[in-house]
């Protein structure tokens, strides 16, 4: 089970947060599970639901939700 970046929380990871650095743009999408899914590329993590639901990102960015 693959479980929730953030520090201290040990909830399984439901979505998936990228960076996009040029665009200033933090992308949050389902995380698709199965044995490909390997650990996250650069400049992504797993969240958790709760997490997904209310992320931290920098103040320059903005936030988009994919479904």
């Known amino acids: 089970m693959?479980?929730?970046s953030?520090?201290?929380c040990d909830r399984p990871?439901?979505?998936v947060?990228?960076?996009?650095h040029v665009r200033s743009t933090a992308f949050i999408g389902p995380l698709i599970p199965g044995p490909s899914?390997?650990?996250p590329a650069?400049?992504?993590y797993r969240l958790c639901s709760g997490h997904a639901a209310r992320?931290?990102?920098p103040a320059d960015r903005v936030?988009?939700?994919l479904e």
């Open 55 to 57: 992320p931290v990102v």
């Open 37 to 39: 899914a390997g650990p």
């Open 13 to 15: 990871g439901t979505a």
């Open 17 to 20: 947060l990228v960076y996009d």
């Open 2 to 4: 693959q479980r929730c």
């Open 6 to 8: 953030r520090t201290g």
């Open 63 to 65: 936030v988009v939700h």
């Open 42 to 44: 650069s400049h992504s």
